[in-house]
């Protein structure tokens, strides 16, 4: 019987809602569970009107707020909205770390950085970020182990850009042109991660890399959501720089945010996305999620 609260932290929302996931997952298996919120808001109310969940707010970039969570655990979620003080905040959990009695800190970071080394300059800030921290956590001795999803379902090229045209047109307007990508769900990474949280045996330095069931390009992606909506879908290859302009332009991103997920589009026309591996059915014991369940979870493109 888990007698020590995991800690969660994004629990109030973030990264494809990740954070949440892990929470209620663990909530279901009866495992206490500490909450780290940034904003003592209505989601924070929501939790703590759940039994066995114990909210602290605070910020992860400020030492005294991570130790005071991470008191009388041994095990912690970290993870983080794309932020440009997502180095600082790792760098604060791992420091952390060595005043606990943490044996195990689940991180979540992102695939793209299997393809990197100290000297890459083609990625996102945020993908540079990734990896120092990745590094950081190594190095501190923390009982880490990575998750690395490749793109999320819920990303916004696919939540909000894909389902703009589709609702418009019925195309997916993306600059991929012939590249296969293998998004994952995040309902999948965050039973993965809530499995790692829940196994006793769990061994530090590992990484997983989470992907969908297999890569493929945009004309079939558009294919699989005509067949789940009944009605016809098609993929148009837009100019990069176009599609800039017309189509991410459109969301009013916080420019690291921009900065990006234009980053992503553009290296998925790259095909540095062409990534799949069997991580997700190894570790849950079923195939990953398909776009199928991504059009269930977004009534809008049912309507």
Same mark, same amino acid.
């Given at each position: ?39 003592? /808001? ?16 605070? /910020? ?26 997502? !180095? ?80 418009? /047109? ?28 829940? /196994? ?9 890399? !989470? ?93």
């Amino acid at each position: 019987m888990q007698v020590h609260p995991v800690l969660v932290t994004g629990a109030g929302g973030g990264v494809g809602g990740v954070g949440r996931m892990v929470l209620d997952r663990l909530h279901a298996e009866g495992v206490p569970v500490r909450a780290l919120v940034h904003h003592d /808001d209505e989601r924070a109310s929501a939790l703590r009107a759940m039994t066995g969940v114990d909210v602290v707010v605070g /910020d992860l970039t400020r030492g005294a707020e991570v130790v005071k969570a991470l008191a009388g655990c041994r095990r912690a979620y970290f993870g983080m909205s794309v932020s440009p003080a997502y !180095l600082e905040a790792a760098t604060t959990v791992a420091a952390a770390t060595r005043e606990s009695d943490l044996d195990l800190l689940v991180s979540i970071s992102q695939m793209t950085v299997s393809q990197m080394d100290l000297t890459s300059d083609t990625e996102s800030r945020q993908q540079r970020l990734h990896w120092l921290a990745e590094h950081v956590l190594d190095w501190s001795g923390a009982p880490v182990v990575h998750v690395r999803p490749t793109v999320f379902m819920e990303n916004p090229l696919f939540s909000r850009v894909a389902v703009a045209s589709i609702l418009r /047109d019925g195309t997916i307007r993306l600059p991929f042109g012939s590249a296969r990508t293998s998004p994952v769900a995040a309902a999948d990474v965050a039973e993965v991660i809530a499995h790692l949280l829940l /196994d006793p045996a769990m061994p530090t330095g590992r990484v997983y890399e !989470l992907t969908g069931a297999r890569s493929r390009d945009m004309t079939t992606i558009a294919a699989e959501f005509s067949s789940a909506l009944g009605r016809p879908v098609t993929y148009v290859d837009v100019p990069y720089e176009e599609w800039l302009e017309h189509d991410l332009g459109r969301l009013d991103l916080p420019p690291h945010v921009f900065e990006h997920i234009a980053t992503m589009a553009r290296l998925h026309g790259e095909n540095r996305y062409d990534r799949a591996t069997n991580d997700v059915a190894e570790l849950l014991g079923r195939p990953p999620l398909g776009f199928d369940s991504f059009i269930r979870n977004t009534p809008v493109l049912r309507s």
